[in-house]
């Protein structure tokens, strides 16, 4: 920027008093102090950003410089609004936010000339037209310096001393007011005495919510020890820390008739001000900006830039809420939203531990562990718009995995979708919504699982285990002799599904068995003295209960079917489903050792007579041999093939023919 008029320099001796301050100025500042009067400077958190007033073309005007670390210097000033934007606004003492999308400031109006607390927002590299603050905070008085802590939840900001004090135009008292959890401000409070000292102007938040700067009247020491009365401003520092309230203390004044006015912080604590001179009655007809390294006993906690960008899964930028939080209190210490870009920066103390929370609505959220040990932390945040889900599903009596379909509902149970899942493989389920999930398979009570995806989902990746519970059918079973007796008995009950038996014991003829849905059961028993009883039970049919009566005959001199055991097609070779009931005839002579036993075989009477006798002695002999290659001794074995000469039923049609074709076992006697 040209300098438009040369720097004044008039011949005033003054004495600096410094506490805690070294002499060397820490930046170059010649764009900035050009000549012209700069007034209400403050320099940004992030020490990248200074805003102030300027008459570099005549008359006051908002202005921004950016800081080049490259050159150390500050950038050539730029108009902070457009012309219309604040067309009959006069503004004085402009503070950037924490983040810099938001410029607050003191504006008054020709329809309204009180000064009130505006801000404006930064949209699309725009400044958005000036918006009051809040009512609350805003009166008929002036409202000047509007200083934000750097979670935009606290302000200090002054107004005029009461007219009993005759106090100078500038002079106010310190006011403070807090963000309510509503998002409205509180009734502003007057500092303690101890705060406001009688003239105060300027107020500055420091980047650690706690520590403050502020300028005031204060009488001083002349090099030679004596107290001197005075009415320029010095820059104060103060601090409250929870219970504890460090009072004020002067650290900068200077012997003149000038003023050190608008203390702010950069983030390496080197103190910014205005250094300027007053004509009495006028504004300041100099005035520039300085900045001096700010002593350690003065500085406000470490803090550690952290900074970043928050994308989603393919890298694209987010607007996300960003929060720091101490983990072992949970309490929110800061928030933040990164910007179009997802660019992000929060300040954290240097050696505490903080969680650094990203989430955006219809996005997951990430949770960091941090540490500051350095003065700038780079940390990047992935957020992703759904999560991988893998649902297993089991039987929870068996816990063997079973196939199963979901049927996804909201919060409310609105139907959403059906899908089919297969055991471990993943699903896709979007975020952004409370889900609850129902699971159905064939034969099972459904189940519910309730996946709050409304809320923060940390996890791109979810593994969960469902288990089912088997419906169940009654079964009721009676068992008695041939008049009616009922018998006391052991039964077994062999799950032919999954290849499980039981046994279980009928007291006075009677039992009720629940039995697993859509299974296939084997109920059979081989009471002392009574024929041998097996029975199917198919319960993958549909049926509310299921009853079965058993008449069990004495055992002798009679024949019972073996349903299960046949043969190929013109061949005495056993089928592969005739081995289950084998086995049972097995067992069943394994527990009866006193029996001696017929095997017979039956034909239809399709065929030649000599033929199918031929065949079913064949038959016969091929159970007779597999009984005796399991352990059955033969000597307790008789085959006999009766051929087409013992039919049980009429061999009038296939289905009677088939029953005819057959195999019977006989208890011929009792050792």
């Known amino acids: 920027m040209p300098t438009f008029y040369k720097t004044i320099r008039l011949p005033i001796v003054f004495l600096l008093i410094l506490f805690g301050f070294n002499t060397t100025l820490s930046q170059d500042l010649n764009n900035v102090n050009t000549g012209a009067v700069v007034k209400n400077a403050k320099v940004s958190f992030d020490g990248t950003k200074m805003v102030f007033l300027a008459n570099y073309y005549g008359s006051f005007w908002p202005y921004m410089s950016t800081y080049n670390a490259d050159s150390a210097m500050w950038g050539e000033p730029e108009k902070i609004f457009e012309n219309d934007v604040i067309a009959g606004f006069e503004i004085r003492d402009p503070h950037l936010s924490f983040d810099n999308t938001k410029l607050y400031f003191a504006a008054r109006t020709s329809e309204k000339p009180d000064f009130d607390i505006f801000y404006s927002e930064l949209q699309n590299g725009i400044w958005s037209k000036p918006t009051s603050l809040d009512i609350g905070i805003n009166s008929p008085e002036d409202e000047l310096g509007p200083a934000l802590s750097a979670d935009e939840k606290k302000v200090l900001f002054t107004r005029p001393l009461p007219p009993e004090a005759k106090a100078d135009e500038f002079c106010g008292q310190l006011f403070y007011s807090e963000l ?15 705060y406001n000292t009688g003239c105060i102007c300027s107020p500055y938040y420091a980047r650690d919510n706690k520590t403050f700067f502020y300028s005031s009247f204060e009488d001083v020491e002349d090099g030679e020890g004596k107290r001197v009365a005075r009415k320029q401003f010095s820059v104060f520092w103060a601090r409250i820390d929870g219970l504890f309230r460090y009072n004020p203390k002067p650290i900068l004044s200077i012997i003149a008739d000038e003023d050190i006015v608008s203390p702010s912080l950069d983030r390496d604590s080197t103190l910014y001000y205005n250094y300027g001179e007053y004509a009495k009655g006028q504004d300041r007809i100099s005035s520039r900006v300085l900045s001096r390294d700010l002593s350690s006993l003065y500085q406000p906690a470490k803090m550690s830039l952290v900074s970043g960008r928050v994308t989603d899964e393919n890298g694209g930028p987010l607007e996300a809420a960003i929060q720091v939080i101490n983990p072992y209190t949970t309490k929110v210490f800061q928030e933040a939203v990164s910007d179009e ?18 989430y955006k609505d219809q996005y997951s959220a990430q949770s960091k562990l941090i540490e500051p040990t350095e003065q700038y932390i780079t940390n990047n945040f992935e957020l992703f718009p759904s999560v991988d889900v893998t649902f297993n599903v089991f039987d929870d009596e068996f816990f063997f995995p079973i196939e199963s379909g979901i049927s996804l509902y909201d919060s409310e149970f609105n139907f959403i979708e059906t899908i089919e899942i297969t055991r471990g493989e993943q699903t896709v389920l979007s975020l952004g919504k409370e889900l609850n999930i129902i699971f159905n398979s064939e034969n099972y009570f459904p189940d519910t699982l309730n996946l709050p995806f409304d809320e923060e989902v940390i996890f791109d990746f979810f593994d969960f285990d469902i288990e089912l519970t088997r419906k169940l059918k009654d079964v009721a079973l009676s068992f008695a002799d041939e008049s009616g007796n009922n018998l006391g008995l052991e039964i077994t009950v062999y799950n032919v599904t999954r290849n499980e038996k039981t046994k279980r014991q009928v007291k006075d003829g009677k039992i009720t068995l629940q039995l697993r849905d859509g299974e296939v059961y084997e109920i059979s028993t081989s009471a002392e003295g009574y024929s041998y009883y097996s029975a199917e039970v198919d319960l993958s049919e549909e049926q509310e209960l299921k009853e079965m009566n058993a008449t ?9 079917v073996l349903d299960n055991i046949t043969f190929e097609y013109n061949s005495y070779e056993l089928n592969a489903g ?45 159970v007779l041999q597999y009984l005796q290659d399991n ?25 009677n023919k088939a029953k005819n074709r057959r195999v019977e076992f006989k208890i011929l006697a009792s050792e």
Do not use: C, M
């Not at 870009?341 to 990203?358: C, I, M, R, T």
């Open 552 to 560: 069990l005959q004495s055992v002798e001199n009679i024949s019972l």
């Open 180 to 194: 309510t959890e509503a998002g409205s401000w509180s009734e502003p409070e007057l500092l303690p005495p101890a």
């Open 631 to 655: 352990a059955i001794n033969k000597d307790r074995l008789v085959a006999v093939g009766y051929g087409e000469s013992q039919p049980r039923y009429p061999n009038d049609t296939e289905e």
């Open 578 to 622: 005739s081995y289950d009931e084998l086995g049972k005839l097995v067992n069943y002579l394994q527990e009866n050792e006193q029996y001696k036993v017929e095997i017979s075989a039956h034909t239809d009477n399709v065929g030649a007579d000599a033929y199918n006798l031929q065949l079913s002695n064949l038959r016969a002999n091929s």
């Open 341 to 358: 870009q997802g660019n992000y920066q929060v300040f954290v103390p240097v050696g505490e531990q903080f969680s650094l929370l990203a």
